[in-house]
């Protein structure tokens, strides 16, 4: 029986399947301390995650480990250069989480336009300023999706209804295919430049780390929107509070350094701030579990699989 980790709560359904597959021994202990566990037992076969991180010392500490697969799209809490060296491959599951954090970034849009924070809170006090929560429509406006991956191009779909003028970002994706979406491409100066709403949508890498910045933001328009249901990293948080007062900006967040409690660095510039709630629906939940327990199988079973993100 090969041993299977999952140390968060992820929907039952992994575990579920892989139990009934018949060849797997899964312990599913949410929080659970991997590092001890991978201690304690040496045949530990595979891991499956969430936003834990996974490092180096973790990946020693199980001479056995076959697999790392995050429930999920975004795979930076793993050590995927050392699990290589391991020889443990690294997967991830793109497209679970998607339609989640695409209809996450259409209601920060709108709880911020019509100030349905703020108006709650008053009106659950007694008050009755309805003048002070003059809101804006998002219909008909200019937004710019930064990266046309699964997650950018759901944006784009249930923005739809808005009839907004769509902007594209992607060095991946042709004018032909931004064409078939309803997105027109432009240089990433234009996209910032034109929209009124900006929202991210991209990895954080060597090449996107802190990419958004002084240069970009100085061209955004006044009262601008943006939006960063991606990665931490992306937006470089000096040069957005240098610039966002100056530019009347708004900063709609739900991404940060570290998942985890205590005092976060965008505090002060953060219009609304979410605890990285993009996939946390049950439906991707169950989604991305499943998908995660299924390539495990296969992964087992052929030998390789499309959704290893650290080949060598």
């Known amino acids: 029986m090969k041993k299977v980790l999952i140390p968060t709560a992820l929907d039952p359904v992994a575990r579920e399947i892989l139990e009934a597959h018949g060849g797997y021994a899964v312990v599913q202990i949410p929080k659970a301390d991997i590092l001890q566990f991978a201690r304690e037992n040496p045949d530990l076969h595979a891991l499956i ?45 793109p497209g679970a989480n998607s339609n989640g954090v695409a209809e996450e970034v259409v209601a920060l849009m709108l709880a911020d336009a019509r100030h349905l924070i703020a108006a709650d809170a008053s009106c659950r006090c007694g008050k009755w300023e309805k003048t002070s929560f003059m809101g804006t429509e998002i219909t008909g406006k200019t937004i710019g999706i930064v990266g046309l991956g699964y997650i950018g191009r759901l944006v784009v779909k249930r923005l739809s209804g808005f009839e907004p003028v769509l902007l594209g970002y992607d060095p991946g994706t042709t004018p032909r295919q931004a064409e078939e979406l309803g997105v027109k491409l432009v240089s990433l100066d234009e996209l910032f430049a034109k929209s009124d709403y900006v929202s991210l949508h991209l990895p954080e890498n060597a090449a996107t780390r802190g990419m958004v910045n002084r240069q970009l933001l100085e061209q955004m328009k006044e009262g601008a929107t943006l939006v960063n249901c991606a990665r931490a990293g992306i937006i470089n948080e000096d040069d957005l509070r240098a610039i966002k007062a100056e530019k009347k900006l708004r900063f709609l ?10 005092p976060k660095t965008c505090t002060d510039i953060a219009d609304i701030m979410v605890p990285h709630l993009g996939a946390s629906t049950r439906e991707a939940n169950h989604k991305a579990a499943e998908l995660a327990a299924r390539e495990l199988i296969e992964l087992d079973e052929k030998g390789t699989h499309r959704a290893i993100v650290n080949k060598a």
């Open 253 to 262: 967040n739900d991404v940060y350094p570290k998942d985890e409690e205590g």
């Open 49 to 93: 995650v969430r936003s834990e991180k996974v490092t180096a010392e973790i990946l020693d500490a199980a001479p056995n480990l076959k697999a790392v697969i995050r429930a999920g799209a975004g795979y930076n809490t793993i050590d995927t250069a050392h699990a290589r060296q391991n020889g443990v491959d690294v997967m991830n599951t």
